[in-house]
């Protein structure tokens, strides 16, 4: 027994230096790949600690002819051998992954103490043991040290107060909107809902804290966080926007996901420079972050001056049921009956659409209608809304008469008719309603000496006509759109290029150029196409800025693919529907590229397509995405072969796209291998993921990613 003991002390002493010496130097040891294994086995291995100490302090309180039982010194000595060895692995995992925070300190220290004391507590147990008072008060501080380690460890995995979070009821707290600041109100709540469990608070995974503006312009271990003003450099929309299966993917998988409107608010927050100081209610009305954060907080506004209504709310079941896409219904306040009803997409509304609101009509209050397909007739059905108080009927097609049929509705307030024919004559119909307060008229056939007389007579009525000639500022045009459009096409396609405004000159150019005031083709009327094009447009108008450069592929679909063979396996990963994805005429999409893609990393993409029969061939079009931030490269080499029995292979044309030397935003590129007509069944594809990513890239030496999204053959 005499032996034993030596052998396990020496064992003990071995582990508890060894477990110092991790601590004291953490700062300055690297872990190789094979002990990292070890350290994330942590969270696994930490049970069998928990229990054995708990069992290891029972004796303490049992009579001493049971407490001299040998089986207590093993399970005393496995007890704290467990213990050391969950200290070392947490602090290995902790030194391969950079965490920190006081949470991440305060759980190091108490682990490092339990492995301390229930060391102490075996080397000692038989001086201990004399004092029966002394045994239980250290068998307590090892309980006390076990259940408060354990609580600071579900903290960091869970998010603080993980034990006690059930006994708390979270109640909506109330803003004041013309107090609701941008980051505080705004922006933090996002992540304290998403992102606290791991980077708020004491937690900070991955060295990483979003508490405060100098730990999220700082950063983690893995670079910044965001990048104020470029969306493209900011790593944690990066994480966002990576698919749920892909392992960077923040939040992690198993916790609550932020929904579409959370990310585009902290697109457009960091878009907007990443404010973190000073009110919404600050920013210009149409600030894009003013408007995306008020919709955010709508529920939260405070009620205290809201007013009450009349009328009792809507059937719950029956707004929901009219909520989609393209109606999107909500409260005006938090618990209000009080509704605003918004349509979207020109090609989804219609008058039966507007018509279903007919069982809500009551508590509609505010109806937007902008560029939808809005004639006269259906004036006369909202003119029934009775209580309607704000209107939007920008860029329809309503008429001076039209206007006539809104004149007896008794709440009417606000409406805006920007973009119509409206003229003079229309102005003076509407405003026989003598219930509206402010009337919107920018871009319309109402003449600026019209404007000065309606004003002398309806002094009462705000008429804002927007910016006048005198106006020395300049806003820009919104870009221009295209009606139907369609990414792939079978013989001829028609473009039809359109723009909200009126007398407003479109551009466009289809040789790669972009258009201006000396390059380009002027717009006139539809036209056709009948091979693949890339086309870019822009909208130019006396008085404004040019639109922004719009950009559209229009891709011809080639000849019938019977088969397609992978020679090489795409990742497991990114390999749904692998026979398909390339050749079903859907491009991949660049904000979710886990379902039209195949990916590429170990090994280089070899693929056979099958025609079923010899056709002459000329060119190949290989689609790829590109996400340089994450990871996703061009190709470093793409081959294409020829063949009409799968053994004897001719070259048709190879290519090396020129690598790029900076992040740039995600899109699909086009690569086309053009050659000599030639006669083939089969045609291989070849194509090589970058091995190692260039220096300034921040994952430099990793493997790249090649993703293929489809393949068309001429």
Same mark, same amino acid.
């Given at each position: 027994?005499?032996?034993?003991?030596?052998?396990?002390?020496?064992?003990?002493?071995?582990?508890?230096?060894?477990?110092?010496?991790?601590?004291?130097?953490?700062?300055?040891?690297?872990?190789?790949?094979?002990?990292?294994?070890? =350290?994330?086995?942590?969270?696994?291995?930490?049970?069998?600690?928990?229990?054995?100490?708990?069992?290891?302090? !029972?004796?303490?309180? &049992?009579?001493?002819?049971?407490?001299?039982?040998?089986?207590?010194?093993?399970?005393?000595?496995?007890?704290?051998?467990?213990? #050391?060895?969950?200290?070392?692995?947490?602090?290995?995992?902790?030194?391969?992954?950079?965490?920190?925070?006081?949470?991440?300190?305060?759980?190091?220290?108490?682990?490092?103490?339990?492995?301390?004391?229930?060391? /102490?507590?075996?080397?000692?147990?038989?001086?201990? &043991?004399?004092?029966?008072?002394?045994?239980?008060?250290? @068998?307590?501080?090892?309980?006390?040290?076990?259940?408060?380690?354990?609580?600071?460890?579900?903290?960091?995995?869970?998010?603080?107060?993980?034990? &006690?979070?059930?006994?708390?009821?979270?109640?909506?707290?109330?803003?004041?909107?013309?107090?609701?600041?941008?980051?505080?109100?705004?922006?933090?709540?996002?992540?304290?809902?998403?992102?606290?469990?791991?980077?708020?608070?004491?937690?900070?995974?991955?060295?990483?804290?979003?508490?405060?503006?100098?730990?999220?312009?700082?950063? +983690?271990?893995?670079?910044?966080?965001?990048?104020?003003?470029?969306?493209?450099?900011? %790593?944690?929309?990066? *994480?966002?926007? %990576?698919?749920?299966?892909?392992?960077?993917?923040?939040?992690?998988?198993?916790?609550?996901?932020?929904?579409?409107?959370?990310?585009?608010? %902290?697109?457009?927050?960091?878009?907007?420079?990443?404010?973190?100081? =000073?009110?919404?209610?600050?920013?210009?009305?149409?600030?894009?972050?003013?408007? /995306?954060?008020?919709?955010?907080?709508?529920?939260?506004?405070?009620?205290?001056?809201?007013?009450?209504?009349?009328?009792?709310?809507?059937?719950?079941?029956?707004?929901?049921?009219?909520?989609?896409?393209? *109606?999107? !219904?909500?409260?005006?306040?938090?618990?209000?009956?009080?509704?605003?009803?918004?349509?979207?997409?020109?090609?989804?509304?219609?008058?039966?659409?507007?018509?279903?609101?007919?069982?809500?009509?009551?508590?509609?209050?505010?109806?937007?209608?902008?560029?939808?397909?809005?004639?006269?007739?259906?004036?006369?059905?909202?003119?029934?809304? $009775?209580?309607?108080?704000?209107?939007?009927?920008?860029?329809?097609?309503?008429?001076?008469?039209?206007?006539?049929?809104?004149?007896?509705? =008794?709440?009417?307030?606000?409406?805006?008719?920007?973009?119509?024919?409206?003229?003079?004559?229309?102005?003076?119909?509407?405003?026989?309603?003598?219930?509206?307060?402010?009337?919107?008229?920018?871009?319309?056939?109402?003449?600026?000496?019209? !404007?000065?007389?309606?004003?002398?007579?309806?002094?009462?009525?705000?008429?804002?006509?927007?910016?006048? +000639?005198?106006?020395?500022?300049?806003?820009? &045009?919104?870009?221009?759109?295209?009606?139907?459009?369609?990414?792939?096409?079978?013989?001829?396609?028609?473009?039809?290029?359109?723009?909200?405004?009126?007398?407003?000159?479109?551009?466009?150019?289809?040789?790669?150029?972009?258009?201006?005031?000396?390059?380009?083709?002027?717009?006139?009327?539809?036209?056709?196409?009948?091979?693949?094009?890339?086309?870019?447009?822009?909208?130019?108008?006396?008085?404004?800025?040019?639109?922004? /450069?719009?950009?559209?592929?229009?891709?011809?679909?080639?000849?019938?693919?019977?088969?397609?063979?992978? /020679?090489? $396996?795409?990742?497991?990963?990114?390999?749904?529907?692998?026979?398909?994805?390339?050749?079903?005429?859907?491009?991949?999409?660049?904000?979710?590229?886990?379902?039209?893609?195949?990916?590429?990393?170990?090994?280089?993409?070899?693929? #056979?397509?099958?025609?079923?029969? @010899?056709?002459?061939?000329?060119?190949?079009?290989?689609?790829?995405?590109?996400?340089?931030?994450?990871?996703?490269?061009?190709?470093?080499?793409?081959?294409?072969?020829?063949?009409?029995?799968?053994?004897?292979?001719?070259?048709?044309? *190879?290519?090396?796209?020129? $690598?790029?030397?900076?992040?740039?935003?995600?899109?699909?590129?086009?690569?086309?291998?053009?050659?000599?007509?030639?006669?083939?069944?089969?045609?291989?594809?070849?194509?090589?993921? !970058?091995?190692?990513?260039?220096?300034?890239?921040?994952?430099?030496?990793?493997?790249?990613?090649?993703?293929?999204?489809?393949?068309?053959?001429?």
């Amino acid at each position: 027994m005499e032996r034993f003991n030596k052998i396990v002390n020496a064992i003990l002493f071995s582990g508890i230096v060894l477990l110092l010496f991790l601590f004291v130097f953490e700062d300055k040891l690297q872990i190789p790949v094979w002990l990292q294994i070890a =350290g994330r086995m942590h969270p696994l291995f930490l049970h069998f600690p928990i229990v054995l100490l708990i069992l290891s302090i !029972i004796p303490c309180w &049992l009579p001493d002819e049971i407490n001299s039982n040998a089986i207590w010194i093993y399970i005393r000595f496995v007890a704290v051998l467990t213990a #050391i060895i969950t200290a070392m692995m947490g602090m290995i995992l902790s030194i391969e992954q950079s965490d920190k925070g006081e949470l991440l300190t305060w759980h190091k220290w108490s682990g490092i103490s339990i492995a301390l004391i229930s060391w /102490l507590f075996f080397i000692y147990y038989n001086q201990f &043991l004399r004092s029966k008072l002394y045994n239980r008060i250290l @068998s307590f501080g090892i309980l006390f040290l076990v259940i408060l380690t354990g609580h600071w460890g579900a903290a960091i995995t869970h998010g603080e107060n993980f034990l &006690l979070q059930p006994l708390h009821l979270d109640q909506p707290s109330f803003i004041n909107k013309e107090n609701a600041t941008i980051f505080a109100d705004a922006i933090n709540p996002i992540f304290k809902a998403k992102c606290g469990n791991c980077h708020l608070g004491h937690n900070q995974k991955g060295g990483l804290s979003l508490t405060d503006s100098m730990s999220i312009i700082k950063g +983690g271990k893995n670079g910044k966080a965001i990048e104020q003003g470029d969306l493209v450099k900011s %790593l944690l929309i990066e *994480r966002l926007r %990576l698919p749920l299966m892909d392992k960077k993917h923040m939040p992690l998988t198993d916790k609550p996901q932020l929904n579409e409107s959370e990310t585009k608010l %902290l697109e457009i927050w960091i878009k907007s420079g990443a404010p973190f100081s =000073g009110k919404l209610v600050d920013r210009p009305e149409n600030d894009s972050l003013r408007i /995306l954060a008020m919709e955010y907080l709508q529920p939260y506004l405070s009620v205290k001056n809201e007013p009450v209504y009349s009328f009792a709310a809507a059937d719950e079941k029956k707004v929901k049921e009219l909520n989609n896409n393209y *109606r999107i !219904i909500k409260p005006l306040g938090f618990h209000s009956p009080a509704l605003t009803v918004s349509f979207f997409g020109k090609a989804n509304y219609s008058f039966e659409k507007l018509k279903e609101l007919e069982t809500i009509k009551k508590q509609i209050l505010h109806l937007n209608l902008s560029k939808m397909s809005v004639t006269d007739d259906q004036l006369e059905f909202i003119a029934r809304f $009775p209580y309607l108080e704000k209107l939007n009927l920008n860029y329809t097609s309503i008429s001076n008469l039209g206007l006539l049929r809104l004149s007896n509705m =008794g709440k009417l307030r606000s409406i805006s008719i920007v973009g119509t024919n409206i003229d003079v004559v229309g102005l003076t119909n509407l405003l026989k309603n003598k219930n509206i307060k402010e009337v919107y008229v920018w871009d319309t056939k109402v003449l600026e000496k019209d !404007i000065i007389t309606v004003k002398k007579e309806n002094k009462f009525v705000l008429i804002d006509e927007g910016f006048t +000639g005198a106006d020395t500022t300049l806003i820009a &045009l919104n870009v221009p759109f295209i009606k139907f459009p369609a990414v792939f096409f079978q013989e001829n396609k028609s473009i039809e290029l359109g723009h909200v405004l009126k007398d407003v000159s479109i551009k466009y150019t289809t040789d790669g150029t972009e258009p201006d005031s000396m390059n380009g083709v002027l717009y006139k009327h539809p036209f056709m196409i009948d091979s693949t094009t890339n086309l870019q447009f822009k909208a130019f108008k006396k008085g404004w800025l040019p639109s922004k /450069l719009a950009k559209a592929s229009f891709i011809k679909a080639g000849m019938n693919i019977e088969k397609t063979i992978l /020679l090489t $396996p795409a990742d497991p990963k990114y390999n749904l529907q692998s026979e398909k994805v390339l050749t079903d005429l859907e491009l991949g999409d660049i904000t979710d590229f886990s379902s039209k893609c195949l990916g590429y990393q170990k090994n280089d993409a070899i693929l #056979i397509f099958d025609l079923g029969k @010899s056709k002459k061939i000329q060119k190949v079009n290989i689609n790829t995405l590109q996400n340089i931030g994450s990871y996703i490269f061009p190709p470093t080499s793409l081959e294409v072969f020829g063949s009409n029995d799968k053994i004897h292979w001719v070259t048709l044309k *190879r290519i090396s796209p020129v $690598p790029t030397s900076k992040i740039l935003p995600a899109e699909n590129t086009m690569y086309s291998l053009a050659f000599k007509s030639t006669e083939a069944r089969y045609i291989k594809i070849e194509g090589a993921p !970058i091995k190692k990513l260039p220096k300034w890239h921040p994952g430099k030496g990793q493997p790249g990613w090649l993703f293929l999204s489809e393949v068309i053959i001429y």
